[in-house]
C-alpha cells in the first residue's frame, strides 16, 4: 500500500479517545431520556443532540445513532421506533447548516429556537412513517398530526428551556475534548 493510501486510512479512524466517549455520550442521551419521561415530551435529546453537533459535526452521528440503538434495545425494535432513525439526524443536518462560528448572541438565540422548532415539528416529521406502516392517507395523517399538536407544543416548550443550555454545555465540551487532546 502507497503511503498517501496509509495516511488517509489512518486518518479516518477514530481516535481512542473518542471510541471510549461517544459511547458514553450516547449512553448519557439515553439515560436522560429513561430519568425524565416522567414529563411527557420534555427532555434533554434535542439539546444533546445540537452539542454533539456543534462539537464533533459530522462524528456526532456516532453517539446519537448509540442513543437510537441503545432506545431500541430497551424499549424494543418496533413500529413506534421507526421513525428515530431519521428524526434525530434531521436536527443533527439543521445544526450542521448552520454557521460554525457563529457569535454568541446569536446562537444564545438561535440554538435554543432551532431546538424548539424541532420539538414542534417532531409530530409532523414522525408523521410520514406512522403513516406508512398503519396505511394511513394523507387525510387520515394530517389528522393523526392534528391530535399530537398540543403534545408538540409542550414538546417545543421543553425544548426551549433545555436549548437554553446548548451554547454553555457546546463550551464545555469543546473546552473538555481539546483539554483530552493536549494531554495525550
Not at 95 to 119: D, E, N, Q, S, W
Amino acid at each position: 500500500m502507497s503511503e498517501p493510501n496509509k495516511m488517509r486510512r489512518k486518518s479516518a479512524a477514530l481516535p481512542i479517545r473518542e471510541l471510549v466517549i461517544f459511547p458514553m455520550l450516547g449512553t448519557l442521551m439515553f439515560c436522560s431520556k429513561i430519568i425524565m419521561e416522567v414529563l411527557p415530551n420534555i427532555h434533554m435529546l434535542g439539546m444533546l443532540t445540537m452539542t454533539y453537533t456543534i462539537v464533533y459535526r459530522k462524528r456526532a452521528l456516532i453517539p446519537i445513532y448509540i442513543y437510537v440503538f441503545l432506545n431500541g434495545l430497551f424499549a424494543g425494535f418496533n413500529v413506534w421506533w421507526v421513525p428515530y432513525l431519521y428524526i434525530w439526524t434531521i436536527l443533527w443536518g439543521m445544526t450542521m447548516l448552520l454557521p460554525r462560528r457563529m457569535p454568541k448572541r446569536i446562537a444564545c438565540i438561535v440554538y435554543p429556537v432551532l431546538c424548539a422548532v424541532h420539538g414542534v415539528l417532531f409530530g409532523v416529521l414522525y408523521a410520514p412513517a406512522q403513516a406508512l406502516m398503519y396505511g394511513l392517507d394523507f387525510r387520515q395523517m394530517l389528522a393523526w398530526i392534528a391530535i399530537g399538536i398540543p403534545f408538540d407544543i409542550l414538546h417545543s416548550v421543553g425544548n426551549l428551556a433545555a436549548g437554553l443550555l446548548i451554547l454553555p454545555m457546546s463550551e464545555l465540551l469543546a473546552y473538555l475534548a481539546k483539554a483530552s487532546t493536549r494531554r495525550t
